[in-house]
């Protein structure tokens, strides 16, 4: 009778040079990466990632137009009329909560920041509703600020990776930080949240049509075969994404292609 030989254990040297293979893999896969939620300065950012909280960026992306024009500055948040700030910010979910964040971010702007959100991650962590992954965003994408951003997909992803095992967000932020450079952390963390969108869903990702088959330890969580695997890429370059991974792009239906990304 014979046995296979035990897996190989990784050495941390290997995980890092895997987990830069797997970057290097997704900066061709997803040369669309960015922030998902427009914006126009570090206020609009920071609007727009408090109201993200538990609701689609599209939907959000839907809200905020009207919303800045109707507050530019901190100080319209401070003073905003409670009632006409709930309707507005209503289909984001949980608006009354949400409206008592920018109210208050509003006005401990304004009272200690002179009205400016602040550059600093020390300071950011210090406002109403900001977390420390608000803070990276905004650090990341409004002041080019190198920042590492785990949410729910990046957590999910580097788990399948098996590039950690830390479940903490913070220690994953450190631990993945440790594997880069300093400058790709912020479009690291876009290439990253843009494959766990369309490609590694949660419930049932499309192993079968994705580039990081080689440098995955999870492959086959989901369906292996093009063709199932295909009709599970979402987005506008959902075909695209099936090109890159080698999978005939006319297995992709319209509608994942007209699909928003979760």
């Keep these: 009778m014979t046995t296979s030989p ?5 050495t941390d040297l290997g995980r890092t040079r895997r987990a830069r293979k ?8 997803h040369p669309d990466a960015h922030c998902e939620l427009d914006h126009g300065n570090p206020l609009e950012l920071a609007v727009a990632t ?8 599209k939907k959000v992306n839907e809200v905020t137009p009207k919303l800045f024009v109707r507050y530019p500055t901190a100080a319209d948040y401070a003073g905003a009329d409670r009632a006409e700030l709930e309707e507005l910010i209503r289909p984001t979910g949980f608006y009354r909560n949400k409206t008592n964040s920018l109210i208050r971010l509003g006005q401990a702007l304004v009272e200690r920041y002179d009205g400016q959100v602040p550059g600093k991650l020390a300071d950011l962590v210090t406002l109403p509703g900001m977390g420390r992954k608000t803070a990276n965003v905004i650090l990341g994408n409004a002041f080019g600020v190198p920042g590492i951003t785990v949410d729910t997909h990046f957590q999910r992803l580097v788990h399948r990776w098996r590039l950690t095992a830390e479940t903490d967000p913070v220690k994953i932020e450190h631990a993945i930080g440790a594997m880069f450079p300093k400058r790709d952390w912020t479009m690291l963390s876009h ?26 330890p999870s492959y086959g969580t989901g369906p292996t075969e093009p063709a199932p ?15 890159a991974a080698g999978v005939d792009p ?4 319209q509608q994942a292609v007209a699909a928003e990304a979760p």
């Design 250 to 253: 006319e297995l992709v239906p």
């Design 22 to 29: 797997i970057h290097r893999v997704l900066t061709q896969t």
């Design 50 to 57: 408090i109201l993200s909280a538990q609701c689609t960026d």
């Design 191 to 216: 290439r990253i949240i843009f494959h766990g969108r369309r490609v590694c869903h949660a419930k049932k990702p499309a192993c079968g049509a994705c580039t990081l088959v080689k440098l995955c």
């Design 229 to 243: 695997a295909a009709k599970l890429l979402k987005a506008p370059r959902a075909r695209d994404l099936a090109v």
């Design 6 to 10: 035990p897996a190989a254990i990784e």
